[in-house]
């Protein structure tokens, strides 16, 4: 805020003294360049004295009739001189003009020459100021707009990632009325309701895990009891009837039935999808995902040096969730970057049963066989990773969210290349 204000003040204080400058430019180049309408005065006055006007013979013409009559004609065509008056006295002389005026003796007659002082340059200088003044005007409103409605907008935005770092969720960001930050102000509200709403489905889990574990321990105390006692039962013979023995042992083999059926329990709970994964159902071009993936990863590769290839395809209409599958995209290409030997990245495509297959493949292998299905498990990580970070539950998600869209991902693998390719549905067939 204060850096702006500051700059706005060097902007206004360069354009004034610019505005000065011209000005004082001008006006010395007008002092210093020739006078035109002393050129004209002088050129009329030498023509006045060629005709005769002044001299002793031609007094007796020069009278108040015929003054203005012998004048005229040498007023025709000029463009500073305004009026001649003969100084025949001493008030004419010094008679008030809005003109400036000069006197100039022609032959032993005074001459008075009015003439208007270089209207052009007057007018020059004046239009300069006219549009200096009209674009200080325009450039003070565009610095107060972008003030009132940028900068001052976001600077109230400016500390709402701080405080949602800090997990500060209660913040509720204002509508703007212009609008520069609509889209903004929306994805920072749609974080901070995300971010809550995770928060809770936490608290929920750990919640559910805490009861989940007090009912287990519960649950599976009773019947360990019971095994327990059996046991030592056994060990120490106290039971020596064989009926009874095999009473016993059928109490052991129900308990641990009975053990195995939580545990059986906490496994199916352990599997059951995690992720809260919102899909959509919307008709989408093609081209619109694949030029999000182009812009995005073009720059990015080019840094790599990594060979970067998108074959030419046929635009068409698809069916499911378009961000949705730029994400799976995303994560292909981030899986490409990771695991291949960084030479060569393609996106390719091909149709099949009325579903447009695009497929991302990358130079470079390193997963056995036997591995290749179950890079789509949870928490699951190939023996290719090395020192690479990860969670193993990318290639998981991508699987849930196209199945979600009724498309599917696979994988395939040659000596030389890996390819990893997704299936989604097309409208119309």
Known sequence: MKSYKRLTCIILVVFVCLWVAANFLLA????????????????????????????????????????????????????????IILCNTEEVLTAASPYNYCVRKIGE?????EYEA???????????????GILFILMLTILLYIYKR????????????YELSKGNLTLQLPEEKAKYFGKFIWGTNMLRENIEERRQKELNLHREKKLLLLSLTHDIKTPLSVIKLNTQALERGLYKEEERQKEALSA????VDEIEKYVSEITRASKEDFLDLQVGEEEFY??????????????????????????????????????????VLQNLMENALKYGDGKEISI?????????????????????????????DSFYRGSNVKSQGG???????????????????????????????????????
Request: with cysteine.
């Open 28 to 83: 010395q180049k007008n002092k210093t360049e020739d006078r035109p309408y002393m050129v004209e005065i002088a050129r009329v006055a030498t023509q006045m004295e060629e005709d005769g006007l002044g001299d002793s013979t031609g007094m007796s013409a020069w009278d108040e009739s015929i003054a203005k009559a012998n004048v005229e004609q040498y007023l025709q065509g000029r463009t500073y001189i305004k009026r």
């Open 109 to 113: 007659q005074l001459y008075r020459f």
């Open 118 to 132: 270089v209207p052009s340059e007057k007018t020059g200088q004046g239009i300069l100021n006219i549009i200096f």
């Open 150 to 161: 940028i900068i001052r907008p976001f600077a109230s935005l400016e500390d709402i990632p």
């Open 252 to 255: 052991i083999r129900g308990k």
């Open 286 to 327: 093609l081209s619109k995902v694949i030029e999000h993936i182009r812009d995005y990863y073009t720059a990015k590769l080019e840094l790599n040096k990594t060979q970067f290839f998108i074959e030419e395809y046929r635009d068409c209409l698809l069916r499911g969730d378009e961000n949705r599958l730029v994400e």
């Open 348 to 376: 390719r495509f091909s149709e099949e049963e009325g579903c447009r297959l695009i497929t991302v493949e990358n130079s470079g292998t390193g997963l056995a066989k036997d591995e290749l299905m179950k890079i789509f």
């Open 391 to 429: 969670s193993g539950l990318g290639l998981y998600i991508c699987r849930q969210l196209m199945s979600s869209m009724n498309g599917d991902i696979f994988v395939k693998q040659s000596d030389t290349h890996f390819q990893m390719t997704v299936v989604v549905r097309m409208c119309g067939v």
